[in-house]
């Protein structure tokens, strides 16, 4: 296992070699690491890296790589420009996510590395308990923090290279550079449960003598009933049942019995049953000579603060347990709770777990060092109490009445230390017996890539059990960040602001054409229930980033098979600056999808005859167009599984092939109505995205994915237009043996749909995708546009177009987006607003090739034909040209400059460090009369320092000095409604 685990470790710079002969070995607790995880010896020591030079505009020269630290207890990811650390023992957690760029820590608390919900079982995977205070965390707490001994412990890891998410078919140009898969370093971390008969925590009753035990089957004359008389129904024996309390929500009424001074642990059993107080909630309170401390259930609190409360002396803390939560996040009220407290010496272990699972496992509540002795025990009080676990009320006049009942209670005195070590041997007698595998392991994902700060999570539950699991739920990421502000109030109106440091998405991402819409699904920011110190009043901060799926999966799992979450992608900004920010953004989506670049010239064609397909196949080639789609509204019907049918359009695109031409099609999935069984029906209350919607799990949506892929499989066809993917919609139809209903049916059609895109992918076909299925393997989305305005007058569509552009290409880069040119009428608009006779209106067709060509964009020239006469032929051909000799930089980074308003120049400016023509400034001039004027131009992102050479139309070249702030001032002269382009080397 050593010698495959270092044969896939990425290779150690001679950097590190140094670094780990001079390395000293921590002690006892490297050694303990090293003996227990294979490989961890072997990792270099991290020592700190000078910091690299400004990643969007120079290479960093240094890789992503692991390392240990220098104690010998962390693992490392870290790539010069962010790191993120585990701490691996006692077990695996994520405990700093640091921005090296800024110096900032963005992580100051530690949460679970995942969960899971097994068959209606929810657990942790990894993590650390006992964090005293959720604001920040200290070394010597971390140290001081402890394994859930019911959570999955880490077990193994393995450090090697990204590989493909899928297979990337490069049948065309792409950005020059592109990688795939992405180069970095990754690492697998795989937990399991503990063995039958392991507890990494010893339990609280282990050795101990039960002092006495009440299970209420009536009221014993030792207890002493304390009830309020703000309403006369107030009891703690309701109607004969003894431990079910009748009283106000904010009343107290509660039991109380003397303790033996031996006591070290009490308990309790709830059922909250219809209670909804909070403070007032039902529990029990410890009497110490010197103290009071009360524990109890908050089942009042719908998911604001806590689901339970600890008062020392009056003193509150809250805590939540996301797998106790109901469906708004509060204490999940129909299960009765055991509550358990254990004094030991100074402290104070608070534990509480769900009474109604058959082997109920403890969580770890609250844990504190008590400043001063508490003094011996003296008496327990079980039931309603005020916070400070007294006799007094909060109760008003329109109170409602509830019920809870406490079932039973039981007290313990001190431990036997003998018989406790008995157990211990007993327990690692049991594990060294023990030698299987565990039923079910999961194995939590990362991807940290090179020169820049992104990297990507996702987990696997592998199934090795001989039965079908199911996986309910999953949280593929949580993290709880330092908060974006500190608003003090929550007003209505005022939504207060998330992080916004960390940019999140992932590839279960549909029903939108922005990233935030199309990963609303799984994306979510929340409040953090632990973080009681927050300066906000109400705790209502969004601080805490929750990456998992609004529905399910509810995905049954077969035995010696595993399910797969979708991908988190994770960015990390440097600066405010929105620009930078972007630059940032367009620079993760060419590394997690390089084919993104992709961006061939594509006519859409309205026709489906072969005679015509043929001549439009001939002037594509002829002006230097590289690919055809038989467009929405040609009548083409890919559907078609005729084999005459599907032979003859197998010629059709041989022809093309031999002209360099790509052949592609269309098709419509969601908003087409199909035969009523097959389609989605949404829950009460909802309504498909589209008006309707086909299920992708029905027998139709099955056989149209069958039939999309052999249609590109026999006919050679290398483009599809799926206008109209499926968006996301909830389906309660249950269709064996795919889909089970509502919980499982977002992520079943998910799957078949983005498995579709990444089989089309692979086969190198070319995608273009209304919706954000790019990092499934989609090509382009719609740069962003409304449909009818191309039914406006031709002026006002050169500039909607160059807008369009400009606000679409902060998120996405120019070969991201598709525009749109009306060659022929398209939503009405008539003669004003379309090019045909293209002749007749040559110039028009010109400037909207170059608002599209000059910003680096393709369109969907959809139409007959792309000319009508030589002259246009010799137009269009002229543009093709020029773009093509410009691609390389055109299709770059863009800078924003001057926003389209029909007023004044507007204007972009094209960058990219890494090529010989280092940037390139395109101005338009939207008004009637030519323009002169000084543009003032900041070079900083060409990667340009100290002068630089511009050209202007490609005649004049002037040498320019930039400023401090990289500024150069250029004279341009642009034509009336026309453009300008400066090459800047």
């Given at each position: 296992?050593?010698?495959?685990?270092?044969?896939r470790?990425?290779?150690?710079?001679?950097?590190?070699?140094?670094?780990?002969?001079?390395?000293?070995?921590?002690?006892?607790?490297?050694?303990?690491?090293?003996?227990?995880?294979?490989?961890?010896?072997?990792?270099?020591?991290?020592?700190?890296?000078?910091?690299?030079?400004?990643?969007?505009?120079?290479?960093?020269?240094?890789?992503?790589?692991?390392?240990?630290?220098?104690?010998?207890?962390?693992?490392?990811?870290?790539?010069?420009?962010?790191?993120?650390?585990?701490?691996?023992?006692?077990?695996?957690?994520?405990?700093?996510?640091d921005?090296?760029?800024?110096?900032?820590?963005?992580?100051?608390?530690?949460?679970?590395?995942?969960?899971?919900?097994?068959?209606?079982?929810?657990?942790?995977?990894?993590?650390?308990?006992?964090?005293?205070?959720?604001a920040?965390l200290?070394?010597?707490?971390?140290?001081?923090?402890?394994?859930?001994?019911?959570?999955?412990?880490?077990?193994?890891?393995?450090?090697?290279?990204?590989?493909?998410?899928?297979?990337?078919?490069?049948?065309?140009?792409?950005?020059?550079?592109?990688?795939?898969?992405?180069?970095?370093?990754?690492?697998?971390?795989?937990?399991?449960?503990?063995k039958?008969?392991?507890?990494?925590?010893?339990?609280?009753?282990?050795?101990r003598?039960?002092?006495?035990?009440?299970?209420f089957?009536s009221?014993?004359a030792?207890?002493?009933?304390?009830?309020?008389?703000?309403?006369?129904?107030?009891?703690?024996?309701?109607?004969?049942?003894?431990?079910?309390?009748?009283?106000?929500?904010?009343?107290?009424?509660?039991?109380?019995?003397?303790?033996?001074?031996?006591?070290?642990?009490?308990?309790?059993?709830?059922?909250?049953?219809?209670?909804v107080g909070?403070?007032?909630?039902?529990?029990m309170?410890?009497?110490?000579?010197?103290?009071?401390?009360?524990?109890?259930?908050?089942?009042?609190?719908?998911?604001?603060?806590?689901?339970?409360?600890?008062r020392?002396?009056?003193?509150?803390?809250?805590?939540?347990?996301?797998?106790?939560?109901?469906?708004?996040?509060?204490?999940?009220?129909?299960?009765?709770?055991?509550?358990?407290?254990?004094?030991?010496?100074?402290?104070?272990?608070?534990?509480?777990?769900?009474?109604?699972?058959?082997?109920?496992?403890?969580?770890?509540?609250?844990?504190?060092?008590?400043?001063?002795?508490?003094?011996k025990?003296?008496?327990?009080?079980?039931g309603?109490m005020?916070?400070?676990?007294?006799?007094?009320?909060?109760?008003?006049?329109?109170?409602?009445l509830?019920?809870?009942?406490?079932?039973?209670?039981?007290?313990?005195?001190?431990?036997?230390?003998?018989?406790?070590?008995?157990?211990?041997?007993?327990r690692?007698?049991?594990?060294?017996?023990?030698?299987?595998?565990?039923?079910?392991?999961?194995?939590?994902?990362?991807?940290?890539?090179?020169?820049?700060?992104?990297?990507?999570?996702?987990?696997?539950?592998?199934?090795?059990?001989?039965?079908?699991?199911?996986?309910?739920?999953?949280?593929?990421?949580?993290?709880?960040?330092?908060?974006?502000?500190?608003?003090?109030?929550?007003?209505?109106?005022?939504?207060?602001?998330?992080?916004?440091?960390?940019?999140?998405?992932?590839?279960?991402?549909?029903?939108?054409?922005?990233?935030?819409n199309?990963?609303?699904?799984?994306?979510?920011?929340?409040?953090?229930?632990?973080?009681?110190?927050?300066?906000?009043?109400?705790?209502?901060?969004?601080?805490?980033?929750?990456?998992?799926?609004?529905?399910?999966?509810?995905?049954?799992?077969?035995?010696?098979?595993?399910?797969?979450?979708?991908?988190?992608?994770?960015?990390?900004y440097?600066?405010?600056n929105?620009?930078?920010?972007?630059?940032?953004?367009?620079?993760?989506?060419?590394t997690?999808?390089?084919?993104?670049?992709?961006?061939?010239?594509?006519?859409?064609?309205?026709?489906?005859?072969?005679?015509?397909?043929?001549?439009?196949?001939?002037?594509?080639?002829?002006?230097?167009?590289?690919?055809?789609?038989?467009?929405?509204?040609?009548?083409f019907?890919?559907?078609?599984r005729?084999?005459?049918?599907?032979?003859?359009?197998?010629?059709?695109?041989?022809?093309?092939?031999?002209?360099?031409?790509?052949?592609?099609?269309y098709?419509?999935?969601?908003?087409r109505?199909?035969?009523?069984?097959?389609?989605?029906?949404?829950?009460?209350?909802?309504?498909?995205?589209?008006?309707?919607?086909?299920?992708?799990?029905s027998?139709?949506?099955?056989?149209?994915?069958?039939?999309?892929?052999?249609f590109?499989?026999?006919?050679?066809f290398?483009?599809?237009?799926?206008?109209?993917?499926?968006?996301?919609?909830?389906?309660?139809?249950?269709?064996?043996?795919?889909?089970?209903?509502?919980?499982?049916?977002?992520?079943?059609?998910?799957?078949?749909?983005?498995?579709?895109?990444?089989?089309?992918?692979g086969?190198?076909?070319?995608?273009?995708?209304?919706?954000?299925?790019?990092?499934?393997?989609a090509?382009?989305?719609?740069?962003?546009?409304?449909?009818?305005?191309?039914?406006?007058?031709?002026?006002?569509?050169?500039?909607?177009?160059?807008?369009?552009?400009?606000?679409?290409?902060?998120?996405?880069?120019?070969?991201?987006?598709?525009?749109f040119?009306?060659?022929?009428?398209?939503?009405?608009?008539?003669?004003?607003?379309?090019?045909?006779?293209?002749?007749?209106?040559?110039?028009?067709?010109?400037?909207?090739?170059?608002?599209?060509?000059?910003?680096g964009?393709?369109?969907?020239?959809?139409?007959?034909?792309?000319?009508?006469?030589?002259?246009?032929?010799?137009?269009?051909?002229?543009?093709?040209?020029?773009?093509?000799?410009?691609?390389?930089?055109?299709?770059?980074?863009?800078i924003?400059?001057?926003?389209?308003?029909?007023?004044?120049?507007?204007?972009?400016?094209?960058?990219?460090?890494?090529?010989?023509?280092?940037?390139?400034?395109?101005?338009?001039?939207?008004?009637?009369?030519?323009?002169?004027?000084?543009?003032?131009?900041?070079?900083?992102?060409?990667?340009?320092?100290?002068?630089?050479?511009?050209?202007?139309?490609?005649?004049?070249?002037?040498?320019?000095?930039?400023?401090?702030?990289?500024?150069?001032?250029?004279?341009?002269?642009?034509?009336?409604?026309?453009?300008?382009?400066?090459?800047?080397?």
């Amino acid at each position: 296992m050593v010698e495959d685990k270092l044969r896939r470790t990425p290779p150690c710079p001679l950097r590190y070699v140094l670094a780990i002969m001079l390395c000293v070995l921590a002690g006892s607790a490297f050694e303990s690491v090293a003996e227990e995880f294979d490989g961890y010896a072997e990792l270099p020591v991290l020592v700190e890296r000078i910091l690299p030079d400004d990643y969007l505009v120079q290479t960093p020269s240094l890789k992503a790589s692991a390392f240990r630290s220098t104690d010998g207890r962390d693992l490392i990811l870290d790539n010069g420009l962010i790191r993120r650390v585990w701490r691996i023992e006692p077990n695996g957690a994520c405990v700093a996510f640091d921005n090296l760029m800024t110096g900032q820590s963005m992580l100051r608390s530690v949460r679970p590395e995942a969960r899971v919900t097994i068959d209606g079982v929810a657990y942790d995977v990894g993590g650390l308990v006992g964090q005293p205070n959720h604001a920040f965390l200290t070394p010597e707490w971390l140290d001081a923090m402890s394994t859930d001994p019911n959570a999955f412990q880490l077990i193994d890891f393995e450090i090697g290279l990204p590989e493909e998410r899928f297979a990337w078919g490069r049948g065309r140009r792409a950005a020059p550079g592109s990688v795939w898969p992405p180069q970095g370093v990754s690492l697998r971390m795989d937990y399991a449960l503990p063995k039958q008969g392991e507890d990494l925590v010893m339990g609280s009753e282990v050795g101990r003598d039960v002092l006495w035990e009440e299970d209420f089957a009536s009221l014993p004359a030792d207890w002493k009933v304390v009830s309020s008389k703000a309403h006369a129904r107030t009891s703690f024996e309701n109607e004969g049942k003894a431990g079910e309390i009748y009283g106000l929500q904010n009343g107290y009424c509660f039991a109380e019995r003397a303790l033996p001074e031996s006591t070290e642990v009490v308990g309790c059993l709830i059922d909250p049953g219809t209670d909804v107080g909070t403070s007032w909630g039902p529990g029990m309170a410890w009497v110490f000579e010197n103290s009071i401390v009360k524990l109890n259930l908050r089942p009042g609190d719908r998911g604001e603060h806590g689901q339970f409360e600890l008062r020392i002396d009056g003193r509150e803390r809250l805590a939540s347990v996301p797998s106790f939560a109901g469906k708004d996040g509060g204490l999940n009220t129909e299960h009765a709770y055991q509550l358990r407290m254990q004094i030991d010496g100074l402290k104070l272990i608070c534990e509480g777990a769900v009474a109604s699972e058959r082997a109920p496992k403890f969580v770890r509540l609250f844990e504190v060092e008590l400043e001063n002795s508490p003094g011996k025990p003296r008496a327990l009080r079980v039931g309603k109490m005020d916070r400070s676990g007294n006799a007094t009320d909060n109760s008003g006049d329109a109170e409602p009445l509830t019920r809870c009942r406490i079932q039973s209670v039981r007290v313990l005195g001190a431990a036997d230390q003998d018989e406790v070590a008995r157990w211990k041997i007993e327990r690692r007698g049991k594990l060294n017996d023990q030698q299987q595998e565990q039923p079910v392991r999961i194995s939590v994902h990362y991807e940290l890539y090179d020169g820049i700060p992104v990297m990507s999570k996702w987990l696997t539950v592998h199934n090795q059990s001989e039965k079908i699991l199911t996986v309910d739920r999953f949280t593929g990421e949580e993290l709880a960040l330092v908060e974006q502000s500190n608003w003090v109030e929550t007003r209505e109106g005022a939504a207060i602001p998330h992080p916004d440091y960390l940019h999140v998405e992932t590839d279960f991402a549909f029903g939108g054409f922005n990233h935030e819409n199309a990963n609303r699904h799984a994306v979510h920011w929340r409040t953090d229930p632990l973080y009681t110190t927050q300066v906000n009043y109400l705790r209502q901060t969004p601080c805490l980033l929750v990456c998992e799926p609004t529905y399910g999966p509810a995905q049954r799992v077969p035995a010696g098979k595993s399910f797969e979450g979708f991908r988190v992608f994770e960015l990390v900004y440097d600066d405010a600056n929105r620009e930078r920010r972007g630059l940032a953004l367009r620079r993760m989506y060419r590394t997690i999808a390089p084919w993104v670049t992709e961006n061939p010239l594509t006519h859409h064609l309205l026709a489906n005859d072969s005679a015509r397909v043929h001549a439009a196949i001939d002037q594509a080639a002829e002006v230097g167009f590289e690919g055809i789609i038989l467009s929405f509204g040609s009548g083409f019907n890919m559907e078609n599984r005729d084999p005459k049918f599907l032979a003859q359009w197998k010629a059709v695109a041989q022809y093309a092939a031999a002209k360099k031409i790509e052949l592609g099609c269309y098709s419509l999935f969601s908003s087409r109505g199909v035969a009523s069984p097959n389609m989605i029906v949404s829950p009460e209350g909802m309504r498909p995205t589209h008006g309707q919607c086909p299920a992708v799990t029905s027998p139709w949506g099955l056989e149209w994915i069958q039939t999309i892929q052999d249609f590109y499989a026999v006919t050679g066809f290398s483009q599809f237009e799926n206008d109209g993917s499926y968006p996301g919609d909830i389906d309660v139809t249950p269709r064996p043996p795919l889909q089970i209903g509502i919980q499982d049916s977002r992520w079943t059609q998910w799957r078949l749909m983005s498995g579709l895109y990444r089989n089309l992918r692979g086969e190198g076909v070319y995608m273009n995708v209304p919706d954000y299925y790019y990092l499934s393997g989609a090509n382009k989305c719609g740069m962003g546009y409304r449909e009818v305005n191309w039914s406006l007058p031709r002026a006002h569509q050169v500039i909607h177009s160059r807008q369009n552009i400009y606000d679409g290409t902060w998120t996405k880069t120019p070969s991201m987006g598709w525009m749109f040119v009306p060659l022929s009428q398209y939503h009405g608009g008539g003669a004003a607003a379309t090019i045909e006779p293209l002749h007749q209106h040559l110039d028009h067709y010109q400037r909207m090739m170059y608002s599209n060509f000059g910003m680096g964009v393709q369109a969907h020239y959809r139409g007959p034909r792309l000319y009508d006469t030589e002259a246009t032929r010799d137009m269009v051909k002229g543009a093709v040209e020029w773009f093509k000799r410009y691609r390389d930089i055109l299709e770059s980074d863009l800078i924003h400059g001057r926003r389209a308003d029909g007023r004044d120049l507007d204007w972009v400016l094209h960058v990219n460090p890494q090529l010989p023509q280092k940037g390139m400034l395109v101005v338009f001039n939207p008004l009637k009369k030519p323009v002169t004027k000084m543009l003032k131009v900041n070079l900083y992102y060409t990667g340009l320092t100290d002068t630089a050479m511009v050209t202007s139309n490609e005649e004049k070249t002037v040498e320019y000095n930039l400023n401090r702030n990289y500024m150069v001032e250029i004279p341009v002269n642009v034509p009336a409604e026309g453009m300008s382009w400066f090459v800047i080397e």
